[in-house]
Nanobody, 122 residues
């Protein structure tokens, strides 16, 4: 059983940056594809990004390409999401996801964190 704990969310002005972290425990972190999804009020959960176990392959949702960067540190069992040039439409609860498949399915799978709120003010 893998436990995922997100941190780093908060309130930021448009154009600003935040870095989310997701710490994993209870499993072999380096075996999993790690990723991020987000869900805004009244909307479906949306794929943001994922990174293969080796860190050598990444994918991004169209809405965040060029602004967000995913990375991982297998020694620290942690995955990061660096979010730059934030927009009000990035406001959502961001969820960490771990699964054995790469890339993650559009709906995600495997294990989920509890989520962290990101709010971008205009």
């Amino acid at each position: 059983q893998v436990q995922l704990v997100e941190s780093g969310g908060g309130l930021v002005q448009a154009g600003g940056s935040l870095r989310l972290s997701c710490a994993a425990s209870g499993g072999t972190f380096s075996s999993y594809t790690m990723g991020w999804f987000r869900q805004a009020p009244g909307k479906e959960r949306e794929f943001v990004s994922c990174i293969k176990w080796s860190g050598g392959h990444t994918r991004y949702g169209d809405s965040v390409k060029g602004r967000f960067t995913i990375s991982r540190d297998n020694a620290k069992n942690t995955v990061y999401l660096q979010m730059n040039s934030l927009k009000p439409e990035d406001t959502a609860v961001y969820y960490c996801n771990a699964d054995v498949r790469y890339p993650l399915s559009p709906r995600g799978g495997g294990y989920w964190g509890q989520g962290t709120q990101v709010t971008v003010s205009s």
